[in-house]
Structure formats: structure tokens, C-alpha cells
């Protein structure tokens, strides 16, 4: 392994604590407040804060970014806006169908054909 590669995983390291540390300090500050003070959604809004800016973080520093986080941050943020706005929508059905459907771009994009090979 090259430097430049231990100094990038080293980093990569930093960056994932410093995000579990943000997301346990969010839920903690978040705990703190009486639950009629806190706004519903709150939480996920600050954790799809807290995934796409590590991957913000990740792209700044040259390591390769996650694509599930970013789905996941997405998803956990829009939820979040829309639990703040009062529509609530199934964190988990939606999770799943995305999941899906990115195993399925992921095989289509590869340039692979769908198609079996013919002999």
C-alpha cells in the first residue's frame, strides 16, 4: 500500500468517526430538548445532513464516496422535510424499493447485457 493510500484510508477513518460523533452528539442534543419542543423529522433531517457531508467531505478529499450513504442521506433528508412539513411517508418501503432499484442500475450500467449469452 502507498502512502498516499494510507494517508487516504487514515483519513477516511477520521471522517467516519467525526460523523458518528456529529450523529451521537445531533441525537443526544436532540434527547435533551422535551419531545413537544422538538419538530417530528428533526432527527433525520440531521442525519441525511450528517451522510451527505461526510461524502461532501470524502469527494473534497479525493476518497471515493459511498453511493448507499448518499442514497441513504437522501432518502433519511427528504423523509426528514417531509415529517417537518407533516406528511408522513414509510421510511422503510422506500428504502427497500430504492435498494432495488440501485441493484438493478448497478447491473445495468455495468455493461452487461441483461440478455444470457448465446453459444
Same mark, same amino acid.
Given at each position: 500500500?502507498?502512502? @498516499?493510500?494510507? @494517508?487516504?484510508?487514515?483519513?477516511? +477513518?477520521? =471522517? $467516519? ?5 456529529? /450523529? #451521537?452528539?445531533?441525537?443526544?442534543? %436532540?434527547?435533551?430538548?422535551?419531545? $413537544?419542543?422538538? !419538530? @417530528? ?18 469527494? #473534497?478529499?479525493? %476518497? +471515493?464516496?459511498?453511493? /448507499? ?9 427528504? =423523509? ?8 408522513? =411517508? !414509510?421510511? /422503510? !418501503?422506500?428504502?427497500? %424499493? ?8 448497478? &447491473?445495468? /450500467?455495468?455493461? +452487461?447485457?441483461?440478455? !444470457? $449469452? &448465446? +453459444?
Amino acid at each position: 500500500m502507498t502512502t @498516499q493510500n494510507v @494517508q487516504k484510508s487514515d483519513l477516511s +477513518k477520521r =471522517l $467516519e468517526a467525526i460523523g458518528w460523533a456529529l /450523529f #451521537l452528539i445531533m441525537i443526544g442534543g %436532540i434527547w435533551l430538548v422535551p419531545n $413537544e419542543r422538538v !419538530p @417530528q423529522g428533526v432527527w433525520l433531517i440531521g442525519a441525511g445532513l450528517i451522510m451527505l457531508g461526510l461524502n461532501v467531505a470524502r469527494h #473534497l478529499s479525493g %476518497i +471515493k464516496i459511498s453511493g /448507499f450513504t448518499i442514497v441513504l442521506g437522501l432518502l433519511t433528508l427528504i =423523509l426528514g422535510v417531509s415529517g417537518f412539513l407533516g406528511a408522513h =411517508l !414509510p421510511f /422503510f !418501503p422506500i428504502l427497500l %424499493i430504492l435498494i432495488g432499484a440501485g441493484i438493478v442500475l448497478k &447491473r445495468l /450500467f455495468e455493461g +452487461k447485457s441483461l440478455a !444470457p $449469452e &448465446r +453459444k
